[in-house]
DNA sequence: GTCTATACTAAGATAGAC
DNA sequence: GTCTATCTTAGTATAGAC
């Protein structure tokens, strides 16, 4: 068994993904930790800090799925492969949402200076992405990653809206046709150039 | 003045995008519409009636929109205007994104039936969309106006986290090529081109 | 270092005066 | 029909026992 101070972190996680920020209370997630309410305090000053090192932990888990893509050869594949990946948690984004975008869009609303943080998060995903159309020969490698993440975004939103994971399905065929249009300049009118 | 109901809705759909719903207390929405706090029972009798009330009046302003964008004769134009006034509303989305997709974001996390009633607006926009998409002669209309409404909706959710409305011009300008790359001979009867 | 009991605060809601 | 004062609850945070 983990330390608690782990395993409150992972609760946090998981929970704030799943009932957001706000109507997240730190007595929900010291039950999913299996940790007493008041205890909490021992290990996190305030709620913010709890949820300044879920973030963090979700970022490093982030990090790795892309150090993992990166072992793949060619750019394309490492983008087609994080689109795969997406729709595979298409069940995860019905029910509760794409847990970067979510954490960014109640973040916001916030004064202090955890929305930034989550925007990092965020920030990471496009630099990345960008790297890779730009290992494809793309001089709009940076509208084109924007346009990318922004597309997982609105569709991780709407599969959520309607808690139909079939919209993800879909996308996600569409978006990889897209990256091998660019790979392989078709005459596609779908193209999205 | 308006009555004291149509002000209390006009403020709660202004603060309810600005603040989100969860931040949002009645005395905010009361001090907006400059009516007393404890009077706002007397018109709502719950925070979630007056919430429901606030979706209803922006779905109304969404439908008017709509029913304007319809006086163009061209399912292209109907489109790209629709695009063009998303950027007009640039400013907005960077600081608080969609209103629309914050609402259904936010009241998806909860049990009630609100999610629902939000869910409702966005599926209009996409049902309007595929309209328009069927009459300029596209079998796939579903799977496009799915991908144009994503679009949109990942993309204010970018501008807001990045408080950079630069990013909404950009992929404004992209999909209103993406829509002339679609347009088609109509197979609309009605379609006089 | 761990946990219980409790203080404090903010916000939704109600009773009742005018 | 309008408004003030107040009740209640829930959730963050702290004090202090063990």
Redesign the interface.
Same mark, same amino acid.
């Given at each position: 068994m983990r330390g608690k101070r782990e395993r409150l972190t992972a609760a946090a996680v998981k929970m704030l993904h799943e009932?957001?920020v706000?109507?997240t209370t730190l007595a929900d997630i010291a039950r999913a930790a299996d940790v007493p309410v008041g205890n909490v305090y021992y290990y996190f000053k305030t709620k913010d800090d709890l949820v300044e090192a879920a973030i963090g932990a979700h970022a490093q888990r982030l990090q790795s799925m892309i150090a993992s893509l990166d072992e793949l050869p060619a750019p394309q594949d490492r983008l087609k492969t994080l689109i795969g990946g997406w729709v595979r948690q298409r069940d995860l984004a019905a029910q &509760?949402?794409c847990p970067t975008?979510?954490l960014?869009?109640?973040l916001?609303?916030?004064a202090d200076g955890l929305?930034r943080t989550?925007?990092k998060v965020?920030?990471g995903l #496009?630099d990345w992405s960008e790297q890779q159309f730009r290992s494809m020969g793309r001089s709009d490698s940076r509208?084109l990653a924007?346009?990318l #993440?922004?597309?997982?975004?609105? #569709?991780s939103?709407?599969t959520?809206? &309607?808690r139909d994971p079939e919209?993800m399905t879909?996308?996600g065929a569409?978006l990889e046709r897209w990256i091998d249009s660019l790979a392989r300049p078709s005459e596609d009118?779908?193209?999205?150039r």
């Amino acid at each position: 068994m983990r330390g608690k101070r782990e395993r409150l972190t992972a609760a946090a996680v998981k929970m704030l993904h799943e009932q957001g920020v706000e109507k997240t209370t730190l007595a929900d997630i010291a039950r999913a930790a299996d940790v007493p309410v008041g205890n909490v305090y021992y290990y996190f000053k305030t709620k913010d800090d709890l949820v300044e090192a879920a973030i963090g932990a979700h970022a490093q888990r982030l990090q790795s799925m892309i150090a993992s893509l990166d072992e793949l050869p060619a750019p394309q594949d490492r983008l087609k492969t994080l689109i795969g990946g997406w729709v595979r948690q298409r069940d995860l984004a019905a029910q &509760f949402g794409c847990p970067t975008g979510t954490l960014c869009s109640e973040l916001d609303k916030r004064a202090d200076g955890l929305d930034r943080t989550a925007a990092k998060v965020m920030r990471g995903l #496009i630099d990345w992405s960008e790297q890779q159309f730009r290992s494809m020969g793309r001089s709009d490698s940076r509208d084109l990653a924007v346009a990318l #993440i922004a597309a997982y975004q609105g #569709i991780s939103l709407l599969t959520n809206t &309607f808690r139909d994971p079939e919209l993800m399905t879909r996308e996600g065929a569409r978006l990889e046709r897209w990256i091998d249009s660019l790979a392989r300049p078709s005459e596609d009118p779908d193209d999205l150039r």
